[in-house]
C-alpha cells in the first residue's frame, strides 16, 4: 500500500503561483510514475503531468504546459507541482497520484488540495 498527502493548495489572484506538494509513504519504492490530476466543480478529473519516478521524464496536459512544472525528491519521497501564471480556469481540487510503471491506471489517490484562483 502507498499513502499520499498533498499540501500546498489554497487562493491565489489570477497570474500568481503555487506549489503543491505530494509526500508518499508506504511502499513507496512501488511509485514508478506519480502524476497530478485535477477536478473542477461540475466537471471530469482530469491529467494535469506526470514524472517518472527513477528517470525524471515529464509530460503535461497543453492546457498547463510552459506554465507547470512536475519535479520530484525521492529521498524525501515527494512530488511537487510547482503552478506559475495561475488563471481562474485552473481552480480545482489538485490530487496526487501514484501508479507502477507497467499500469495503465494510477493505483493510489491522495485526498486532494484546494486550488482557488481569482480573477
Known amino acids: 500500500q502507498v499513502q499520499l498527502v498533498e499540501s500546498g493548495g489554497g487562493l491565489v489572484q489570477a497570474g500568481g503561483s503555487l506549489r503543491l506538494s505530494c509526500v508518499a509513504s508506504g511502499r513507496t519504492e512501488t511509485t514508478y510514475v506519480m502524476g497530478w490530476f485535477r477536478q473542477a466543480p461540475g466537471k471530469e478529473r482530469e491529467f494535469v503531468a506526470y514524472i517518472v519516478r527513477s528517470s525524471g521524464n515529464e509530460y503535461y496536459a497543453d492546457s498547463v504546459k510552459g506554465r507547470f512544472t512536475i519535479s520530484r525528491d525521492n529521498a524525501r519521497n515527494t512530488v511537487y507541482l510547482q503552478m506559475n501564471s495561475l488563471k481562474p480556469e485552473d481552480t480545482a481540487v489538485y490530487y496526487c497520484?501514484?501508479?507502477?510503471?507497467?499500469?495503465?491506471?494510477?493505483?493510489?489517490w491522495g485526498q486532494g488540495t484546494q486550488v482557488t484562483v481569482s480573477s
Open positions: 497520484a501514484a501508479r507502477r510503471i507497467a499500469m495503465a491506471t494510477y493505483e493510489y
